[in-house]
């Protein structure tokens, strides 16, 4: 099976500079790696190696200063913000550390977002969306806001989100961060669901026990890869 | 489908975030409400004074003419006090060499009490005609009849009169046939007119017609000062008409060719004319406060709205995340300001119609249904306009920076 899977990730060279006018902070210093379809990758490194710069470049949220992103064999830096938004919305899940729910909206509503944006129709929006609150385990939470929820269930709230498009990668930067460790393995739990469906995992993570959870961990430092090594568990 | 679909989305994040903010929304929307409210109070007085003004020249009707020393467009009255008087024969002249005149009248009028009986009313205008006067100025008639040419011949005591005259004298009973006084005279009641209503908050149905003849008799003193009314032929004539007119007035008051016209040619048309040049300028002023008005209100809006793109900044991140395009992020606050300002627009109208209900006791108003309309398509536009900036702003926000805002 390992001999079909296909590139779903190319990254040649990736340099992202951050020009503060006075200084110039590198966040990233040339990266290599590709990550191939149906991966589960736990980025660690030190605060300030540009964990989460990479994050967000693979996420075509920001545009890298030099180098080559290659998604599912396309080349981003070509693309138009349309077209990135498109990509975002149908490849992209993201999971962040702080959850991002709209604080004004239901579960429910949170998870239609994204359709809302892929112009899906009403019905279809609640039922997709119904679908996946369901998925994470949250059938009977569908009218709570944010504020009427625990931080392990907005989290949930948060993976039905990026999961309700069916997009081929997820992407969580920091996902347990802001969750007590017996909830953050629930959410680690799901997302070993998730990736057993097929998902592309990449996962940004300080704890060794959370990275454990993925089969392959790349080490950054001071915007370099340091290590990059497959993990052989114990099933 | 798909575009209709993100419009209606579109809409519907907007109340929302509108729904959550309703105090700073309606604040907000407050320049605008002001700024509507005085631009349509302003032209809803225009055309009430417009309306009122040509209802009330309505009765001197649109084919006549009033000729008389003065003229009714000038205020030059030293010179016009110094004009000979206008004499009853130049009515059989200008009829016998006139083509275009259909009915030619005299006209004379002045302010007496009426008695009947015990009662009395004064301050009623009294108004001595030929029996013609009752083509170039048609009465309908409630009751009775007008008088004739014979009656007008032998100076007939006989009288039609309004309304205000016959509800006030004859409360219960009908006036025809009665004998009422005119400044002591007396006088038969023949016909009595149909009601005409106020206008500027004054009556038109106080007057009482008489022959002419009975009226010069009894009535003229010093102050009695002729005014001949003539019609033109169907058609459209008044112009011709008055050109003729002109030509046998100035040979019948001996003009030489140098001398201007020592008597007025009055008509509907120039007073409307002359009043149609004054609103113009009112309008222009009115359009000039709305603009301002709105302007301000505007930037008002303006205003809020780039502080509520800050506020959301956040938000704008999330929404570029899930996949939002530009236009949609621009869409949602294009909505939002142009709902915030439509709302604005709304209450301007009611408190409009609501003020213009009120003052229309002592200023005619006139509220057509278009104004709604427009102001609140206009208060929408004006949202359009001053969200543009501001919705660019959201649009461009850069995904990744707007999420860190946090
Ligand atoms: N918008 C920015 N402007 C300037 N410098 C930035 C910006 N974002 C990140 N940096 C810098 O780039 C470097 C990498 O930052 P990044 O956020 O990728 O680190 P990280 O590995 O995610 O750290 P952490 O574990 O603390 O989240 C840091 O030195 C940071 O200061
Ligand atoms: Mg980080």
């Known amino acids: 099976m390992n001999g079909e899977r296909r590139p779903m990730i190319e990254i040649r060279e990736l340099r992202k500079i951050y020009d503060l006018g006075a200084v110039k902070v590198e966040a990233l210093a040339g990266v290599n790696v590709n990550i191939l379809e149906n991966d589960y990758v736990a980025i660690m490194g030190p605060s300030g190696s540009g964990k989460s710069t990479l994050m967000n470049l693979i996420g075509c949220l920001d545009t890298a200063t030099s180098g080559e992103y290659f998604l599912a064999g396309e080349r981003v830096a070509g693309l138009s913000d349309k077209q990135l938004a498109e990509i975002r919305n149908r490849r992209i899940g993201f999971v962040f550390q702080t959850f991002n729910l709209l604080p004004r909206a239901s579960a429910l509503q949170n998870v239609e977002l994204p359709l809302v944006y892929a112009g899906e129709s009403p019905s279809e929006r609640r039922r997709r969306a119904r679908e996946a609150l369901e998925a994470v385990g949250l059938g009977d939470r569908m009218k709570h806001k944010p504020n009427e929820m625990s931080g392990g269930q907005r989290q949930r709230v948060a993976i039905a989100r990026a999961l309700v498009t069916n997009p081929a990668i997820i992407l969580a930067d920091e996902p347990t961060g802001n969750l007590d460790s017996k909830t953050g393995n629930e959410i680690m739990l799901l997302l070993e669901t998730i990736y057993e469906k097929g998902n592309t995992i990449i996962l940004v993570t300080h704890e060794e026990d959370i990275a454990r959870h993925a089969h392959r961990i790349v080490r950054l430092r001071d915007g370099l890869i340091e290590s990059d090594e497959v993990i052989h568990r114990a099933a | ?406």
């Open chain 2, 1 to 406: 489908m798909r575009f209709f679909i993100d419009v209606i989305n579109g809409l519907r994040i907007a109340f929302g975030a509108l729904r959550a903010n309703k105090l700073r929304a309606g604040l907000t929307a407050l320049g605008i409400v002001i700024g509507v409210m005085t631009v349509i109070m302003m032209v809803v007085i225009v055309l009430g004074l417009n309306k009122a003004l040509r209802s009330q020249l309505d009765f001197l009707g649109a084919e006549t003419v009033f000729v008389s020393r003065w003229d009714w467009m000038s205020n030059n009255w030293r010179d016009m006090i110094k004009r000979r008087d206008m004499r009853v024969d130049y009515i059989e002249a200008l009829r016998e060499e006139s083509e275009y005149v259909e009915a030619i009248s005299p006209f004379y009028d002045r302010e007496m009490t009426v008695t009947y009986r015990g009662s009395s009313l004064s301050r009623v205008n009294v108004q001595g005609v030929s029996e013609e006067f009752f083509i170039t100025n048609p009465k309908e008639l409630a009751e009775g009849r007008i008088f004739t040419e014979q009656e007008v011949s032998r100076n007939a005591h006989v009288a039609v009169i309004g309304q205000d005259v016959a509800r006030s004298l004859f409360p219960e009973e009908s006036p025809i046939g009665k004998t009422i006084k005119l400044n002591g005279w007396d006088f038969e009641v023949i016909g009595m007119s149909t009601p005409f209503g106020k206008v500027f908050g004054q009556s038109w149905d106080n007057f009482a017609v008489v022959p002419y003849g009975a009226f010069q008799k009894r009535f003229s003193g010093r102050w009695a000062d002729l005014t001949i009314v003539a019609k033109s032929v169907e058609g459209g004539h008044l112009d011709d008409m008055k050109w003729e007119v002109e030509g046998i007035m100035r040979r019948l008051r001996k003009l030489d060719p140098r001398q201007a016209n020592d008597f007025g040619l009055n008509t509907q048309s120039a007073i409307l004319e002359q009043f149609d040049q004054m609103t113009a300028a009112v309008y222009a002023g009115g359009i000039i406060i709305g603009f301002i008005s709105l302007l301000v209100g505007g930037i008002g809006i303006m205003n809020i709205m780039l502080v509520s793109v800050t506020e959301r900044t956040a938000e704008i991140g999330l929404r570029k995340a899930l996949g939002a395009k530009n236009w949609n992020i621009s869409w949602q606050f294009l909505v939002e300001s142009a709902v915030i300002c439509a709302i604005g627009g709304i209450f301007g109208v009611a408190m409009a119609a609501g003020l213009s209900k009120a003052i229309n006791n002592f200023l005619p108003t006139y509220m057509p249904m278009w104004i709604v309309g427009v102001g609140v398509i206009f208060s929408g536009v004006v949202g359009i306009i001053f969200g543009l900036y501001p919705a660019m702003k959201a649009a461009r926000l850069s995904p990744i920076e707007a999420l860190r805002s946090d």
